[in-house]
């Protein structure tokens, strides 16, 4: 199985423009997670799906940030407009459903940087 | 509130066992996650806890008391490649099914 798989994998822009975070789950995976890590706060849930619908967004900083899952093979995270605060790993993660020992398994991540 | 808290920096030496320690104060539990950072790559799992008590998976253990809210995760026989970062998270059935909070994480270096 080829894992998560996340693009691009670096990012660099400028602040107002909009970003585009791609991942796609593993397959047969039902729950989907995008995560942002920094040093500050270290990994935070921003939201998560499952069967593609989206269960808690509580974690989204604001209304820059949006988050779509069109079908169980693809999701996207939007940042419009981008801000400096922004930059940060972003993971995005999926798991085969909701049993309690199902662990996440984690895409290897963004790295945002906002000028 | 949603609480988790690890030491920020470790240092040990290769051969020796260190002991990371976990406390969490979460409105639910519904188990207890140890994953393995290293510098650069994302975070991959190491072991779960549900019930008091020890999981031992090779070199790797984790202790779980649910009464007291802690747990530590136990290296033996420590290699250099164990140096990354170790980090507790708690699922928390809150409103939230499925959802993982995570402390900061405890970085760990392993010197020769």
């Known amino acids: 199985d080829a894992g998560v798989i996340q693009s691009p994998r670096h990012e660099v822009t400028e602040m107002g423009q909009e970003v585009t975070l791609r991942c796609k789950p593993i397959s047969g995976h039902n729950s989907l997670f995008w995560y942002r890590q920094t040093m500050m706060r270290g990994l935070e849930l921003l939201i998560y799906?499952?069967?593609?619908?989206?269960?808690?967004d509580s974690g989204m900083p604001e209304d820059r940030f949006s988050a779509k899952m069109p079908n169980a093979s693809f999701s996207t995270l939007k940042i419009q407009p981008s801000e400096p605060r922004d930059s940060a790993v972003y993971f995005c993660?999926?798991?085969?459903?909701?049993?309690?020992?199902?662990?996440?398994?984690f895409g290897p991540g963004t790295r945002l940087l906002v000028l | 509130g949603q609480n988790i808290d690890q030491p920020t920096e470790m240092t040990a030496t290769e051969g020796a066992i260190v002991q990371i320690n976990c406390t969490y104060q979460?409105?639910?539990?519904?188990?207890l996650f140890w994953y393995q950072q290293h510098a650069g790559e994302a975070p991959t799992f190491l072991s779960y806890n549900v019930l008091d008590g020890l999981e031992e998976k090779g070199r790797f253990s984790s202790f779980l008391s649910r009464s007291k809210g802690y747990s530590y995760l136990l290296l033996k026989e420590l290699q250099m490649k164990d140096s990354a970062s170790y980090l507790c998270?708690?699922?928390?059935?809150?409103?939230?099914?499925?959802?993982?909070?995570f402390g900061k994480g405890t970085k760990l270096s392993v010197k020769p």
């Open positions: 993660a999926s798991s085969p459903g909701q049993g309690n020992q199902e662990t996440q398994y």
């Open positions: 979460t409105s639910g539990f519904n188990g």
């Open positions: 998270a708690v699922r928390d059935y809150g409103g939230s099914q499925g959802n993982l909070i």
């Open positions: 799906f499952n069967n593609n619908v989206p269960i808690d």
